[in-house]
């Protein structure tokens, strides 16, 4: 049985029915970022520029953390945390993400250009490091092998999940770029950073995540020991065969129900 079934459905109806929160945050991230970015390349040059490059990194890393803490706020059926509360609880993990998403990006990159599959493969295998470290609290290296462990044995499941999520988006950046085309370049291109990264992203954070949840539910995989890097401690009533008190990995926050579900609207 494939546990991804429906999830870019329940991925959807997510979407729509928190879009107005979820939407708000990556504008919000979006556009602080856009302002500083372009205070910086008008007040310091180059070196303004390349500044400005650097915060746009890391809105995005800040971005990723903060999308995927939303989407575990609202699994319960409501939205418990404001915008700023849902970036406060997400920097935390910034560093890890951020440090993860590099490594993650280089080791990619590196095995598309030699002979494209190797690179397919890791993408696979590391589709929900960003979930794993920002929900599980995982630590960087950990979380690679912790978000491999995850996949392990529903490999065509997530690949075939993420080509059909890429391939929605590639069409919504054409659709968003051909709209834009019309305007002065700088101008257009701005503005279509902002947007389609604005309605992308969410979407985008909440397949990872909900697939995450999905895998995790499925799996019922019990954490590493202790002194394993990243990982808490082991559960007060002892034994890793038993889940943490707080619901083991897989179980929504709250008083949610089922993996990957929500209950009703905001």
Known sequence: ????????????RMYKAYA???????FVVYLVAAVISALLALIGGSIGTVLGALVAIVAAFLLQATLVK???DVRDGRVDM???????AATPYLASVALASILAGIAITIGLLLVIVPGLYLITIWAVIVPV?????????????????LVRGRGWHVFATLVLVYVILLVVNLVLGLIFSALPHVLGSGLSSIISGTLISPFLALVVTLVYYRLAGDAQVPP????????????????????????????????AGGYGEYRGTP
């Open 20 to 26: 107005k929160h979820l939407l708000a945050i990556a």
């Open 133 to 149: 470290i920002v929900i599980e609290q995982s630590g960087v290296l950990a979380s690679f092998g912790r978000s491999q462990q």
């Open 224 to 255: 590493p020991p202790a002194n394993v890097a990243g990982y808490g401690d082991p559960p007060a009533n002892g034994g890793y065969g038993q889940p943490p008190a707080s619901g083991g990995f897989g179980d929504p926050p709250g008083d």
């Open 82 to 88: 404001s915008i700023g509360e849902t970036v406060s």
């Open 1 to 12: 049985m494939n546990p991804l079934s429906g999830v870019l459905d329940e991925a959807w």
């Open 70 to 72: 939303a989407v575990q």
